[in-house]
């Protein structure tokens, strides 16, 4: 079993490094969340209604990463990896084929992507692709932070979840 080791940036960090660091610190943070839990436990879902649950947060990030980082960041025509016009929520219903080595290996491959498309791109350079919902361009700084702030808003929801499925809590 591997261990995910999480590491805060430097406190003297320049931006660059300092917002990166926090990027990586909570892609970190989601995946110990689902540290030694079986494929069954990774399905939980947290309450009705709500189809949440950890493998599907995994595999919804690796849809915010590609959609970001490579339809946005840098306009490459990729489509989605789970989801469809006909299930726009398609990476959180998830089926007995769905496992959690699959997920986790398309959710990092998408991490190495951002990461090497990201590091084509200075902080105040605009995306190269729009926004498919506002035709907005964004500059890398904004893309950064927003990661920041979607993946600390689903590491809350995946607390929860862990909690749920054995008990598990922490920061």
């Known amino acids: 079993m591997t261990t995910t080791e ?7 960090a320049d931006e660059r490094t300092m917002l990166e660091g926090w990027l990586d610190y909570h ?6 969340k689902c540290e030694g839990l079986t494929d069954a436990q990774l399905r939980t879902q947290a309450v009705e209604p709500s189809e949440l ?29 789970y989801y469809s016009d006909a299930d726009p929520d398609g990476e959180f219903h998830l089926t007995d084929a769905d496992t959690w080595e699959e997920a986790y290996a398309t959710w990092q491959a998408e991490i190495e992507t951002a990461r090497g498309n990201a590091a ?6 605009t995306s190269e692709g729009k926004n498919r919902r506002t035709g907005e361009r964004f500059n890398l700084r904004w893309i950064v932070t927003h990661m920041i ?5 689903h590491n809350g929801h995946a607390d929860l979840l862990r909690e749920r499925v054995d008990g598990a809590t922490g920061e």
Do not use: K, N
């Not at 892609?27 to 110990?32: I, K, M, N």
């Not at 084509?120 to 350079?125: A, K, Q, S, W, Y």
């Open 53 to 81: 649950s950890l493998m599907g947060l995994v595999r919804h990030m690796a849809e915010v990463e590609r959609s970001w980082f490579r339809r946005v960041l840098t306009d490459e025509a990729v489509g989605p990896i």
């Open 6 to 12: 999480r590491h805060e940036p430097a406190t003297d």
């Open 27 to 32: 892609r970190q943070t989601l995946a110990w």
């Open 149 to 153: 702030e979607e993946y600390a808003r």
């Open 120 to 125: 084509r791109f200075g902080l105040d350079d």
